[in-house]
């Protein structure tokens, strides 16, 4: 078993010791290290989801110009420049 499947073994284990009509509140969850972090996890994927709905704002091109030619690149070799060392 892992530490996080302990850690939610734990967090399981103490939502059960609550009825269901009494449900812990925020502040006891954020009482529960594990169960913390799940909520600010659930936080986190809502804002995802609520922005993930909204319309999606949509610009108009901006026209690119074309890249300059420019003429090819001639490198030497380093054989053929000390050749021209030695002569």
């Known amino acids: 078993m892992s530490a996080t499947d302990a850690q939610a073994a734990d ?3 103490w939502m059960l010791r609550f009825h269901p009509d009494d449900r812990p509140s925020f502040g006891q969850l954020a009482s529960h290290g594990f169960l913390r972090g799940m909520v600010d996890l659930g936080v986190v994927v ?3 989801e609520e922005s993930m709905q909204k319309p999606v704002v949509v610009r ?3 026209p690119v110009p074309p890249a300059p030619v420019l003429p090819p690149l001639v490198l ?4 053929e420049e000390e ?3 030695e002569e």
Do not use: N
């Not at 030497?76 to 054989?79: F, G, L, R, S, W």
């Open 76 to 79: 030497k070799k380093e054989d």
């Open 60 to 62: 108009e091109a901006v």
């Open 83 to 85: 050749e021209e060392e």
């Open 46 to 48: 809502s804002v995802m």
């Open 11 to 13: 967090a399981i284990c």
